[in-house]
């Protein structure tokens, strides 16, 4: 989310906090509605955190833009119950997810992850395969909370739970051998995200069927095609994605994964998925921002 957005929000709830609400309502699109029922709610000196491409949270409010504009503002119990709402929001509406190592190529990041976010990607993974400790892991994690906040996208960190608040991720990913999600949502905290990988149509039934904190707000499937970042696992083919198609319609956020680029992108589609992950389809490419546009494209 632009910095200005956020000065927006700043500057509605200044406004709102000393009364003067006509003047917040010309921050705001036609019809905004605001619930004065609410006034005792807190409204000055509240954390301002950006949350994908049009959302904002302010205290336990969340506050949506059209454009440069404030368009919706809701209320809830707490700052965490609305972080939560807010980022599962911006999931449902993702559908470009990048898994991108600390240093590709020994390099920095940042301008691989800016180029990414520019050509459509909603989400980005950090994801380190050598053992790390946690103080080098939240220094990784510097470049892609700052490029997931600055551009409006989400951020995971693989399999390390207890340190999604530190690195300033929306949410952590887990995979089957990984703790279980109920876990991982216990470690990562309550405003988190957590997503789980599947590779059969068991485990992405089980994971669709599960209820209350054990539920993955976002489920991968795949490997589709055999890749060199999961070595040793075997493809689960395209019928995985046209069962994961079937079974969740528009009950989850699931993803396809696994040997996904801009040459085979349309069977996948055609297969059913409207979301896919990537990584060497963008990280190789020799224009990412050019890659991620035409893999974004394909989604329709």
Same mark, same amino acid.
């Given at each position: ?5 956020? *000065? ?7 406004? &709102? ?5 006509? *003047?917040? &309502? ?8 605001? #619930?004065?029922?609410?006034? =005792?709610?807190?409204?000055? #000196? ?7 491409? #049009? ?9 949506? !833009? ?8 809701? &209320? ?21 997810? !990048?898994?991108? %190592? ?7 990041? /940042?301008?691989? +992850?800016? $180029?990414?976010?520019? /050509? ?21 994690? %510097?470049? !892609? ?10 951020? !995971?960190? =693989? ?5 999604? %608040?530190?690195? /300033? ?26 997503? &789980? ?16 904190? $054990?539920?993955? #707000? ?7 095609? *055999? ?35 801009? /040459? =085979?992108?349309?069977?996948?589609? $055609? ?17 990412? *921002?050019?890659?991620?546009?035409? +893999? ?5």
């Amino acid at each position: 989310m632009p910095r200005d957005r956020v *000065e927006t929000v700043r500057s509605w709830f200044d406004l &709102l906090g000393s009364g003067r609400i006509d *003047e917040a &309502l010309e921050l705001a699109t036609p019809g905004v509605v605001i #619930d004065r029922s609410r006034s =005792n709610a807190p409204w000055k #000196d509240v954390e301002i955190r950006p949350v994908g491409r #049009d959302l904002a949270v302010a205290g336990a409010w969340i506050v949506r !833009f059209e454009a440069d504009l404030v368009a919706e503002v809701v &209320l809830y119990q707490s700052f965490e119950e609305a972080l939560l709402a807010a980022r599962r929001r911006a999931l449902v509406h993702a559908r470009l997810y !990048f898994v991108c %190592e600390a240093q590709p190529d020994g390099r920095d990041p /940042g301008p691989l +992850l800016d $180029a990414a976010i520019a /050509g459509g990607v909603d989400l980005i993974q950090l994801r380190e395969k050598a053992p790390r400790c946690a103080e080098e892991l939240i220094a990784f994690a %510097e470049p !892609f909370k700052r490029a997931a906040r600055a551009h409006g996208a989400l951020f !995971f960190l =693989n399999d390390e739970p207890g340190l999604v %608040e530190a690195c /300033g991720a929306d949410g952590v990913h887990v995979g089957q051998d990984d703790e279980p999600v109920a876990a991982a949502r216990a470690v990562a905290g309550p405003g988190a995200l957590v997503g &789980l990988s599947t590779h059969s149509p068991s485990q992405f039934d089980a994971a669709l069927a599960a209820t209350g904190a $054990a539920r993955p #707000d976002q489920i991968s499937a795949g490997p589709v095609w *055999e890749t060199p970042t999961k070595e040793g696992r075997p493809a689960a083919g395209l019928e995985l994605v046209e069962h994961a198609a079937a079974t969740a319609r528009d009950a989850s956020a699931w993803f396809a994964i696994g040997g996904i680029d801009s /040459g =085979n992108v349309h069977e996948v589609t $055609a297969a059913g998925a409207r979301r896919i992950v990537v990584v060497r389809a963008i990280r190789d490419a020799d224009d990412p *921002e050019a890659a991620a546009r035409e +893999l974004r494209a394909a989604l329709g």
